[in-house]
Nanobody
């Protein structure tokens, strides 16, 4: 199956931007829908954004709509999440996941990266 490695997290001030990357290896990347979830301490793992195999369908959580942009480069086996106008409530560990279908529940995905920490200071 595919293996996923996230990068790009860090500490940023409120109002700033980050671009997260998720690099895939092992299987044909273009066979997978790709999603980003995030999990804050003591909270559930929440859907952030998802993109279908051909980028034909894209979904965002209401909490990030207008501030986030998901994209993928199938030639580079990488999916990206651009986050702008960051808020302290965006602080979480961000995970990417892969699956055959573009779904918004974390239980739908068996393949996950290790996560990258995003901390937004006020």
């Amino acid at each position: 199956q595919v293996q996923l490695v996230e990068s790009g997290g860090g500490l940023v001030q409120a109002g700033g931007s980050l671009r997260l990357s998720c690099a895939a290896s092992g299987r044909t990347f273009s066979n997978y829908a790709m999603v980003w979830f995030r999990q804050a301490p003591g909270k559930e793992r929440d859907f952030v954004a998802g993109i279908s195999r051909s980028s034909g369908s894209i979904y965002y959580a209401e909490s990030v709509k207008g501030r986030a942009a998901i994209s993928r480069d199938n030639a580079k086996n990488t999916v990206y999440l651009q986050m702008n106008s960051l808020k302290p409530e965006d602080t979480a560990v961000y995970f990417c996941a892969a699956g055959p279908l573009l779904l918004t529940t974390h239980q739908s995905y068996a393949v996950w990266g290790q996560g990258t920490q995003v901390t937004v200071s006020s």
